[in-house]
């Protein structure tokens, strides 16, 4: 299925549900205690482009057999998952208050059987891209037309097996198979160039047969249109390289790697909220 044109007025819409998933993230990581701000907030445009505008699917029906597949390999940035998803229907939004509780179905890191709609297990960094190509070439012996999406973080660019896994796909020439890195630049201990470079990033993609796409992750529009060029694309698969801003939203959490792995306090979420309405504020009124 081709990816529709973005229209202005869905470009408006998407950027509000996009600022709209950031509080929720915030919100959730309060109430949890615990866990993941940077990636999740950075990550908000991207998921929402996917859950709202470029994925075949369904949240009334998340086993359906023709579904787009959307693997996360850095499980560690689940809230945004969960929330978009929540948003889109696939679980009530109340739930979003029990993420990393005993018995709840939101774990820290996603678990497949927990949650409807999961494709996989992820939390161990590395392993998300080769899940995902096992996915797209079942996909191709089965003769099926469904898209496969993998989303990966830089920092787990460092695991040999995220390599091993771009050889294999570049071999197999998986054109159904489209990898996006959040290339936010950050992770636990620092920045990744400074922990293990990894530029130059898209020379070593292309050198194991891939298409390489640069964009700017906190571009709604612009990420939709890497993705349909991407669909166009029938001998090789193709990574989208998504420039993201750790934080985005929140300007005392932007690029600043401390927030990699660490929720805000009751005082630290109050001024985050104040911020991401007023901006939520701003897109209105700019648009009516």
């Given at each position: ?8 007025d ?14 929720l993230?915030?919100?959730?990581l ?7 701000s ?9 998921f ?18 023709d ?9 560690h ?30 774990q ?28 797209a ?29 771009a ?29 293990m ?10 050198s ?10 906190n ?23 998504a ?33 991401l ?12």
């Open positions: 299925m081709d990816i529709p044109a973005l229209l202005d869905q470009l408006v819409y998407l950027q509000l549900k996009a600022n709209e998933a950031r509080e993230v915030i919100e959730t309060l109430e949890a205690g615990s866990g993941h940077a990636g999740p907030l950075g990550m908000a445009d991207i929402i482009a996917f859950y709202y505008h470029i994925l075949n699917h369904d949240p009334k029906n998340p086993g359906w057999e579904r787009d597949r959307l693997v996360l390999s850095n499980g940035i689940c809230p945004i998952r969960y929330v978009t998803m929540a948003m889109r229907g696939y679980f009530p939004v109340e739930e979003l208050k029990t993420l990393r509780k005993i018995n709840s179905r939101l820290g890191h996603p678990h497949r059987t927990s949650l409807p709609g999961l494709e996989t297990t992820s939390g161990p960094l590395g392993e998300g891209l080769s899940q995902g190509i096992g996915i070439l079942a996909a191709r012996l089965n003769k099926k037309n469904y898209q496969t999406y993998v989303i990966a973080s830089d920092g787990e660019h460092q695991e040999g097996n995220t390599w091993e896994a050889m294999f796909a570049g071999k197999e020439k998986l054109n159904n198979l489209t990898l996006v890195i959040d290339r936010n630049n950050i992770q636990i201990d620092g920045f990744t160039e400074n922990v470079p990894l530029e130059p990033l898209k020379d070593k993609y292309q194991f047969g891939w298409e390489v796409l640069d964009v700017d992750g571009n709604i529009r612009e990420f939709v249109e890497a993705i349909s060029k991407a669909r166009s694309i029938f001998e090789k698969p193709v990574c989208i390289i420039h993201t801003i750790p934080g985005k939203g929140v300007s005392f959490m932007e690029r600043d790697f401390t927030w990699h792995g660490k929720p805000p306090n009751k005082e630290e979420a109050e001024k985050a909220l104040k911020e309405r007023t901006l939520q504020g701003r897109i209105k009124s700019e648009h009516e």
